[in-house]
């Protein structure tokens, strides 16, 4: 069989394992589109050489991917469609990870044990010395928040670097709730070394030396509204010691957010008693 002969839209479906119906949905969303249509009857023809990227939309469909990603794989030069399908899968575990923390948060509260998911968290306790801070503030909403945080730290990180670099790990304080009714505000800072950092162009304030209980979690826990249930084990904690919070909670990032995997620990979520 030639590569330009040209396949009716029932042998082309046949031959790719796509139904009529799939056929007729991709042309619609121009992934899949007839080399020829005939005037009069409206006949639909392929070339024989379509057949290996119709049977890959059938592989990739199978995966669950968007028709709008199907379409990024099929435009990609051959030699990048591997990275385009490995990019969409990383996304994707990702995402599963993240579900799965929440599935089990979800099964807690169903089954009527409250408490269940926040106690399956570690809670440690530890000395903070006092610190010079950078800092960025505003009230945000959920929306809003994970670019933010992102885009201040980048900046905070940089005006840093002028002096010598962090001196600590960034950290996220709430200030006030961050919900639909609730707008915070939210504090990013990052510690730097105190002489250096004296003369710089940056909002900074002295954080006050400070005992702190928190708990470590994954990336995947970190997505909302899971990471909530690490608030709710530090708080449970406290209840149950007899303690109270001193000061606003905050997460503490202490390793590559972007580089890390969905199971790496990044984060202690953490409150000063």
């Given at each position: 069989m030639s590569d330009d002969e040209l396949l009716t839209s029932g042998e082309f479906s046949r031959r790719s394992r796509l139904s009529p119906k799939a056929l007729r949905l991709?042309?619609?969303q121009g992934l899949l589109v007839p080399d020829e249509v005939d005037a009069a009857n409206r006949y639909r023809r392929y070339r024989a050489d379509r057949l290996d990227d119709?049977?890959?939309v059938v592989w990739l469909r199978r995966l669950d991917m968007p028709l709008?990603?199907?379409a990024a794989v099929l435009a990609a030069p051959a030699a990048e469609r591997s990275e385009?399908?490995?990019a969409f899968w990383a996304a994707a575990e990702e995402r599963f990870a993240e579900r799965r923390h929440l599935a089990g948060h979800v099964m807690d509260l169903v089954s009527g044990h409250r408490g269940g998911y926040a106690m399956s968290h570690t809670?440690?306790?530890r000395e903070v010395p006092e610190q010079l801070v950078l800092t960025e503030q505003r009230h945000i909403t959920p929306e809003e928040l994970p670019e933010w945080i992102g885009a201040a730290m980048g900046r905070l990180y940089e005006k840093a670097g002028g002096v010598g670099g962090a001196a600590a790990p960034a950290f996220v304080v709430y200030h006030g709730?961050?919900?639909h009714e609730s707008?915070?505000?939210v504090e990013v800072c990052l510690p730097v070394a105190g002489a250096a950092a004296r003369g710089i162009d940056a909002a900074m304030r002295e954080e006050p030396a400070h005992r702190e209980a928190y708990v470590r979690i994954t990336k995947a826990q970190v997505a909302f509204p899971q990471i909530l249930s690490a608030f709710e084990a530090v708080a449970c904690w406290l209840k149950e010691e007899g303690l109270t919070s001193s000061a606003a909670p905050r997460e503490v990032y202490?390793?590559?957010f972007m580089a890390a995997g969905p199971d790496d620990e990044v984060c202690d979520v953490a409150f000063p008693m």
């Amino acid at each position: 069989m030639s590569d330009d002969e040209l396949l009716t839209s029932g042998e082309f479906s046949r031959r790719s394992r796509l139904s009529p119906k799939a056929l007729r949905l991709y042309e619609q969303q121009g992934l899949l589109v007839p080399d020829e249509v005939d005037a009069a009857n409206r006949y639909r023809r392929y070339r024989a050489d379509r057949l290996d990227d119709a049977r890959l939309v059938v592989w990739l469909r199978r995966l669950d991917m968007p028709l709008a990603e199907v379409a990024a794989v099929l435009a990609a030069p051959a030699a990048e469609r591997s990275e385009v399908v490995a990019a969409f899968w990383a996304a994707a575990e990702e995402r599963f990870a993240e579900r799965r923390h929440l599935a089990g948060h979800v099964m807690d509260l169903v089954s009527g044990h409250r408490g269940g998911y926040a106690m399956s968290h570690t809670v440690l306790t530890r000395e903070v010395p006092e610190q010079l801070v950078l800092t960025e503030q505003r009230h945000i909403t959920p929306e809003e928040l994970p670019e933010w945080i992102g885009a201040a730290m980048g900046r905070l990180y940089e005006k840093a670097g002028g002096v010598g670099g962090a001196a600590a790990p960034a950290f996220v304080v709430y200030h006030g709730e961050v919900n639909h009714e609730s707008d915070g505000p939210v504090e990013v800072c990052l510690p730097v070394a105190g002489a250096a950092a004296r003369g710089i162009d940056a909002a900074m304030r002295e954080e006050p030396a400070h005992r702190e209980a928190y708990v470590r979690i994954t990336k995947a826990q970190v997505a909302f509204p899971q990471i909530l249930s690490a608030f709710e084990a530090v708080a449970c904690w406290l209840k149950e010691e007899g303690l109270t919070s001193s000061a606003a909670p905050r997460e503490v990032y202490f390793a590559d957010f972007m580089a890390a995997g969905p199971d790496d620990e990044v984060c202690d979520v953490a409150f000063p008693m």
